[in-house]
């Protein structure tokens, strides 16, 4: 397909985005790709490790195709949606424990569906046009493709921090919340390229590795500890609310544009990812979320309001952010049952 291309080269399989003009936006067909040549290189010998890349300064993967999600959900055609997220979650969770090395050049705007490719892998590069974000709580869902594990796997409280508000990361902050690994300036991935299709030879990545830069995040750390360490979204909003600081301040209002039920689903999933510290719970979790959050969340007011028209005035469930009951956030991650997904 002309949206992606998978192939041997050299002594590694390299998978590359090639829609460049829709910020290599993941499709449905571009998943399926992905998941195929992950299937066809898990036992194939001439295939030393995976390379991902894409095409294009402004995007490694800007997310998930959900303009089509819409187009569907609106009509209350459902199942297309959730089978995207069914293959899409199933692809994650093979990347994740992929058997041989994968590295991912990370450029310009990296988020949601794009984490779930790019921050998987087990050598995860950015550099200064590296621009990474869940921001899924401002279109009325929640970090998925197994974006709650890496959240929860951030040191102290950042994973709640991040995955709460949708906050956006340079290269330095990616490294210290755990998204990626390794700092290279981008005019070196050409070079870094060739040397790992000639040799298949991961530890070419860490021999140029650059020394990462300070990270504004990890500066921070003690106040998002400090405020994003509740039980609740309630919890943590009484302790903002509390705080006399910028920081909090600024957190407060970003909190009051996203969907509080999304906001608030978005800690207790982390919290759960924290316990279980599996990809394949976690993806289970993000999917209970997933498979309601057309029909009794706010997906289609955020995606409407953000995407469609474009207004960037959504009409949440919830008028304001500290009123979400918590059996609400219970009752949209309850069990599925028979509709469960299951990896």
Same mark, same amino acid.
């Given at each position: 397909m002309n949206d992606?291309?998978?192939?041997?080269?050299?002594?590694?399989?390299r998978i590359t985005f090639t829609r460049p003009k829709a910020l290599?936006?993941?499709?449905?067909?571009?998943?399926?790709?992905?998941?195929?040549?992950?299937?066809?290189?898990?036992?194939?010998?001439?295939?030393?490790m995976v390379l991902i890349d894409a095409e294009g300064d402004r995007a490694f993967c800007a997310g998930g195709d959900i303009a089509?999600?819409?187009e569907a959900g609106i009509k209350g055609k459902y199942d297309g949606p959730r089978t995207f997220w069914r293959d899409e979650y199933r692809m994650n969770a093979k990347l994740f424990s992929f058997p041989? #090395? @994968?590295? =991912?050049?990370?450029?310009?705007?990296?988020?949601?569906?794009?984490?779930?490719?790019g921050c998987h892998g *087990?050598?995860?590069?950015?550099?200064?046009?590296?621009?990474?974000a869940m921001p899924e709580t401002g279109i009325g869902l929640i970090p998925d493709v197994g974006g709650t594990l890496i959240l929860a796997r951030a040191p102290g409280?950042?994973?709640?921090?991040?995955?709460?508000?949708?906050?956006?990361?340079?290269?330095?902050?990616?490294?210290?919340?755990?998204?990626?690994?390794?700092?290279?300036?981008e005019d070196r991935w050409p070079a870094l390229t060739a040397t790992l299709i000639e040799t298949g030879d991961w530890t070419a990545i860490d021999r140029a590795a650059? #020394? @990462?830069? =300070?990270?504004?995040?990890?500066?921070?750390?003690?106040?998002?500890?400090?405020?994003?360490?509740?039980? *609740?979204?309630?919890?943590i909003l009484a302790v903002l609310k509390a705080t006399d600081s910028e920081f909090a301040a600024k957190t407060l209002k970003v909190l009051g544009r996203v969907s509080p039920l999304s906001a608030g689903c978005t800690i207790e999933l982390v919290h759960r990812a924290r316990l279980s510290d599996d990809i394949k719970?976690?993806?289970?979790?993000?999917?209970?979320?997933?498979?309601?959050?057309?029909?009794?969340?706010?997906?289609?007011?955020?995606?409407?309001?953000?995407i469609i028209d474009k207004d960037r005035n959504p009409t949440w469930k919830h008028r304001q952010i500290d009123a979400v009951p918590s059996l609400e956030v219970t009752q949209m991650l309850m069990p599925l049952g028979a509709d469960a997904l299951k990896i």
């Amino acid at each position: 397909m002309n949206d992606i291309r998978t192939r041997i080269e050299g002594q590694i399989g390299r998978i590359t985005f090639t829609r460049p003009k829709a910020l290599n936006a993941l499709s449905h067909d571009m998943s399926l790709a992905l998941e195929q040549a992950l299937d066809d290189w898990a036992e194939n010998d001439a295939v030393k490790m995976v390379l991902i890349d894409a095409e294009g300064d402004r995007a490694f993967c800007a997310g998930g195709d959900i303009a089509a999600m819409y187009e569907a959900g609106i009509k209350g055609k459902y199942d297309g949606p959730r089978t995207f997220w069914r293959d899409e979650y199933r692809m994650n969770a093979k990347l994740f424990s992929f058997p041989k #090395p @994968v590295a =991912s050049l990370m450029q310009g705007f990296t988020m949601g569906g794009g984490v779930g490719v790019g921050c998987h892998g *087990s050598h995860r590069v950015v550099g200064d046009t590296t621009q990474i974000a869940m921001p899924e709580t401002g279109i009325g869902l929640i970090p998925d493709v197994g974006g709650t594990l890496i959240l929860a796997r951030a040191p102290g409280r950042i994973g709640e921090y991040l995955g709460a508000t949708g906050g956006r990361i340079g290269a330095a902050d990616a490294i210290h919340a755990g998204f990626a690994d390794y700092y290279i300036p981008e005019d070196r991935w050409p070079a870094l390229t060739a040397t790992l299709i000639e040799t298949g030879d991961w530890t070419a990545i860490d021999r140029a590795a650059h #020394p @990462v830069p =300070s990270s504004p995040l990890a500066s921070q750390q003690a106040e998002i500890d400090a405020c994003f360490a509740g039980d *609740s979204l309630s919890d943590i909003l009484a302790v903002l609310k509390a705080t006399d600081s910028e920081f909090a301040a600024k957190t407060l209002k970003v909190l009051g544009r996203v969907s509080p039920l999304s906001a608030g689903c978005t800690i207790e999933l982390v919290h759960r990812a924290r316990l279980s510290d599996d990809i394949k719970k976690a993806l289970e979790q993000e999917f209970r979320f997933t498979y309601r959050s057309m029909d009794q969340g706010d997906f289609l007011e955020g995606v409407r309001a953000q995407i469609i028209d474009k207004d960037r005035n959504p009409t949440w469930k919830h008028r304001q952010i500290d009123a979400v009951p918590s059996l609400e956030v219970t009752q949209m991650l309850m069990p599925l049952g028979a509709d469960a997904l299951k990896i």
